[in-house]
T-cell receptor
Framework: GQNIDQPTEMTATEGAIVQINCTYQ??????LFWYQQHAGEAPTFLSY????GLEEKGRFSSFLSRSKGYSYLLLKELQMKDSASYLC????????????FGPGTRLSVLP | DAGVIQSPRHEVTEMGQEVTLRCKPI?????LFWYRQTMMRGLELLIY????????DSGMPEDRFSAKMPNASFSTLKIQPSEPRDSAVYFC?????????????????FGDGTRLSIL
């Protein structure tokens, strides 16, 4: 079976740091992706992890522990425009083509 | 570069009518995905194609839904007859799978979606 969990909502202050967690249990694993989705818009790709450790991309970083089935997305120096939903997605088996998306975490950044 | 193009952006129709959603993937991508997104169920994969061939349609809700990909640059998702519970945002996404069975860091690129309302 496939199961991905994320917190439903989070709130943080402009300029702060926030960590969004994702836990997964899937029948296969070929990588974990984070997407950002602003209200009324399409999801856009943020980051990719397939090996354990931290991947850094500007203000955003993503961490993966395959043994724990755990990932997090770290957003630094929060800006108002970071208010969005953040979706964790696991690429499973079947030649690694299909994704299973988590329910998403709605982040509100307050002034 | 053009991204994934979906049409129409919005569709409002009465229950029982046929609905056809269209998608043009990014040129050169060999995989295409149809998703449905609702507040209650989140983003759900309906079906995906690889090299124009349907690989997994287990997410298609029922026989009222069908999808085709007649060539590498076009796909349709059809609902017939439509019902109010089909109201959702339908996204099409495409990606390039570089190595079958191997790791690939190629993400899926999403179109802007079709907001479907069945009255």
């Amino acid at each position: 079976g496939q199961n991905i969990d994320q917190p439903t909502e989070m709130t943080a202050t402009e300029g702060a740091i926030v960590q969004i967690n994702c836990t997964y249990q899937t029948s296969g694993f070929n990588g974990l992706f984070w997407y950002q989705q602003h209200a009324g818009e399409a999801p856009t790709f943020l980051s990719y992890n397939v090996l354990d450790g931290l991947e850094e991309k500007g203000r955003f970083s993503s961490f993966l522990s395959r043994s724990k089935g755990y990932s997090y997305l770290l957003l630094k120096e929060l800006q108002m425009k970071d208010s969005a939903s953040y979706l964790c997605a696991v690429r499973g088996d079947n030649y690694g083509q299909n994704f299973v998306f988590g329910p998403g975490t709605r982040l509100s950044v307050l002034p | 570069d053009a991204g994934v193009i979906q049409s129409p952006r919005h569709e409002v129709t009465e229950m029982g009518q046929e609905v056809t959603l269209r998608c043009k993937p990014i040129s050169g991508h060999n995989s295409l995905f149809w998703y449905r997104q609702t507040m209650m169920r989140g983003l759900e994969l309906l079906i995906y194609f690889n090299n124009n061939v349907p690989i997994d349609d287990s997410g298609m809700p029922e026989d009222r839904f069908s999808a085709k990909m007649p060539n590498a640059s076009f796909s349709t998702l059809k609902i017939q007859p439509s019902e109010p519970r089909d109201s959702a945002v339908y996204f099409c996404a495409s990606s390039l799978v570089l190595v079958a069975g191997g790791y690939s860091n190629q993400p899926q690129h999403f179109g802007d979606g079709t907001r479907l309302s069945i009255l």
